[in-house]
C-alpha cells in the first residue's frame, strides 16, 4: 500500500476521485457586499420602521407644530401692516418651514444621538453596511416624515384657517424645491449639529432652544420686515428664514413683496442659500462626525 492510499483523507480512502493532474482548485466563493444604494435601501425600510414604530418620536416630531399651527392661528388676528394680507396667513406659511426644520434638523439631531449613546451608531460603523448608507436611511427617513407633516400642516390650515392654495403652477414648483432643498439643508445641519450633543439625555435640551430661537428671528411668529435688523441680520444666515420666504412667495399675494426686506421674494438667493447649507452641512457631518458615543467601548 502506498503512502497516499494509507492516508485516511485520500482519495482512495474516501471514494473521492482524485483531481486530475495540473488542474487548479477554483477559490472558495464570497457572496458580493451590498452596495450603497441597495445597503441605504435596507436601512431606509429599517428607519422607517423604527420611527413609526416609536409613538414618543412621532406624536413629539409631528404633532409638535400642528400644536402651534392650531393654538397661535386661533389668536392671529388682524391685517399685516401696510398690506392687505391677513397675520393668520403669513403664520400660515412661516409654521409650514418650522415644520421641515422640525423634522429634519431637531427629530435628525436627537435621533442621531440617541443612538450613538446607545452603541447602534458604533455597531453599525462595524458592519460591512457602506457608512454612507447610514445616512441614506436617515435622509429617506427625514424625507418621509417631512412631506407627512407638511401635508398635515396645510391640510389643517386649509379647512381650519383657510389658507388659499398655490394659484400658478410657477408657485406650485416653487412649493416643491423650496420643501426639498429646505428638507436637505436642514437634515445636513442637523446631522453636523449632532456632533454638539454629548449624550442623548442632554439631546432635547441642546436642540430645542436653537429650534425655537430660530423661529422667533426667522419670520414664523411675526411679519419679517417688522423684526429688528439685528434679528433680521442673524436669520439671514440660517436656512429657516430663507424656507420661510419661499413659503410666503408660494401662499401670499405678490404684493406682500414690498414689506419685504428686500422688497422682493429674491427666490433665487432662496435657492443659493439653500444649497450652500446643504453642502456646507455635508462638509462639515464628514469632519465631524462621530461613530461612538463618550459611553460606548
Not at 122 to 133: C, G, V, Y
Not at 236 to 252: D, E, N, T, Y
Not at 254 to 268: I, R
Amino acid at each position: 500500500m502506498t503512502l497516499a492510499e494509507a492516508s485516511p483523507n485520500s482519495p482512495a480512502r474516501t471514494g473521492q476521485a482524485a483531481p486530475a493532474d495540473g488542474a487548479a482548485r477554483e477559490p472558495r466563493r464570497t457572496a458580493p457586499m451590498p452596495g450603497v444604494w441597495r445597503a441605504g435601501a435596507a436601512r431606509s425600510r429599517v428607519e422607517l420602521r423604527a420611527f413609526f414604530r416609536n409613538k414618543q418620536s412621532l406624536v413629539f416630531t409631528l404633532m409638535f407644530p400642528v400644536i402651534l399651527l392650531v393654538v397661535f392661528g386661533s389668536i392671529f388676528s388682524g391685517k399685516v401692516a401696510g398690506t392687505d394680507t391677513d397675520l393668520k396667513q403669513v403664520f400660515m406659511a412661516g409654521i409650514i418651514a418650522a415644520g421641515v426644520m422640525s423634522t429634519s434638523f431637531s427629530g435628525l439631531a436627537i435621533n442621531v444621538a440617541i443612538e450613538r449613546d446607545t452603541g447602534t451608531v458604533r455597531r453599525l460603523a462595524m458592519t460591512p453596511m457602506p457608512k454612507s448608507a447610514y445616512f441614506v436611511g436617515k435622509l429617506v427617513r427625514v424625507v418621509v416624515t417631512t412631506v407627512l407633516e407638511t401635508a398635515l400642516l396645510l391640510g389643517i390650515a386649509l379647512t381650519l384657517f383657510g389658507l388659499p392654495l398655490p394659484s400658478t403652477a410657477e408657485r406650485w414648483a416653487t412649493l416643491g424645491w423650496d420643501l426639498a432643498l429646505g428638507t436637505v439643508a436642514c437634515a445636513m445641519a442637523g446631522a453636523a449639529y449632532s456632533a454638539a450633543i454629548p449624550n442623548s439625555r442632554s439631546a432635547a435640551a441642546v436642540v430645542t432652544p436653537v429650534f425655537m430661537v430660530l423661529q422667533f428671528i426667522s419670520g414664523v411668529f411675526f411679519p419679517f420686515g417688522q423684526l429688528p435688523h439685528w434679528m433680521q441680520t442673524t436669520a439671514a444666515f440660517f436656512p429657516v428664514k430663507w424656507m420661510a420666504q419661499g413659503f410666503r412667495s408660494v401662499f401670499l399675494p405678490d404684493s406682500f413683496q414690498a414689506v419685504e426686506p428686500a422688497g422682493n421674494w429674491e427666490l433665487g438667493h432662496i435657492a443659493l442659500v439653500l444649497a450652500l447649507w446643504t453642502l456646507g452641512g455635508l462638509v462639515l457631518t464628514a469632519m465631524t462626525f462621530r461613530w461612538r458615543g463618550p459611553r460606548v467601548r
